[in-house]
């Protein structure tokens, strides 16, 4: 039976997410700026939720800004995602447990190359997620009023103002980052490969492989969403003159005394929409590496 390599999962895996997200770049930046308005001194009047931002979002700031960041987040999700599925194959070489030894060692497994393949990946793509971060909050209605140009003026004028890594840089909160990666895709590789294995699904239509995708996505989102919040908002201050966290712990501390712990989950519904796309994702990587081997076969 043909295999792919390496080189060719990250292909199709970086195809079908670029696509995914694209589309589903909307909802992305709703989530975003519900979840991070607390550190935009320009946000001067809150979002109050998911159809406040729809409401005002293309009438302040135009339909088109929908997508504001978009080009970032497809940089950044192409080597994301095509790297996770590329090095999660590589580390299920280490980790791999056969079904027939037992349910828990085959999730454990899943679960560690999983996580691992996105810690991996977010080293290489983390400055593309934090450009897509701050493009997406920012809230200027014209080039002129923005804080950054663009995607490589986002990272550099960062990184010229406090450097790559340590407080207040580029890579401000990669601890935590890393810490919920392994959360989140370790969750979302490892329930999904475990589920997908059993008898039950094997011969799946779309749709049972689809309810799956979504369950999964879902689920993998709201464990690691507080994680997530405390990166996000840590990202927000890097650059300004004053370090405002100095730490992942103090930012949650800070984040609860002074939002409440609902603060942690701001968002969170709209991440629930957003999950279709991360459930389109994993179906359609699988449907399409299907299509990619029989063409293989047929012209091997």
């Known amino acids: ?123 290489v793509v983390y400055p593309l997620d934090f450009a897509r971060t701050r493009l997406a909050v920012d809230v200027g209605n014209n080039p002129e009023s923005r804080e950054f140009k663009g995607t490589v003026d986002c990272i550099m004028k960062t990184a010229k103002s406090k450097g790559w890594v340590g407080k207040g840089g580029v890579y401000n909160g990669f601890a935590v980052s890393c810490v919920g990666i392994i959360f989140y895709r370790g969750a979302y590789f490892g329930i999904y490969d475990t589920v997908s294995g059993n008898d039950f699904m094997k011969g799946a239509n779309f749709w049972m492989k689809f309810a799956l995708g979504y369950s999964v996505t879902v689920a993998a989102g709201l464990i690691s969403y507080p994680l997530d919040t405390i990166r996000r908002r840590m990202m927000m201050t890097s650059g300004s003159a004053n370090v405002k966290y100095s730490s992942s712990i103090d930012c949650a501390r800070q984040i609860i005394a002074k939002e409440g712990v609902n603060s942690m989950f701001k968002g969170a519904g709209s991440n629930v929409l957003r999950g279709l796309c991360g459930a389109l994702v994993l179906v359609g990587f699988d449907y399409f590496k299907g299509w990619y081997i029989d063409f293989k076969k047929e012209n091997m």
């Open 1 to 123: 039976m043909a295999k792919t390599n390496i080189v060719e999962d990250f292909m199709l895996g970086g195809i079908s997410a670029a696509v995914s997200k694209t589309a589903a770049a909307p909802i992305e930046r709703i989530k975003l700026l519900l979840q991070n308005q607390g550190e935009n001194a320009a946000i001067t009047k809150p979002y109050t939720g998911i159809m406040d931002c729809v409401r005002r979002v293309p009438a302040e700031q135009g339909i088109l800004s929908f997508w504001r960041g978009n080009l970032s987040n497809v940089l950044r999700y192409f080597p994301t995602q095509a790297l996770n599925f590329a090095f999660k194959d590589l580390y299920k070489q280490w980790f791999s447990v056969k079904r027939s030894e037992g349910f828990w060692k085959c999730l454990l497994g899943n679960v560690a190359s999983g996580g691992l393949a996105g810690a991996t990946s977010l080293l």
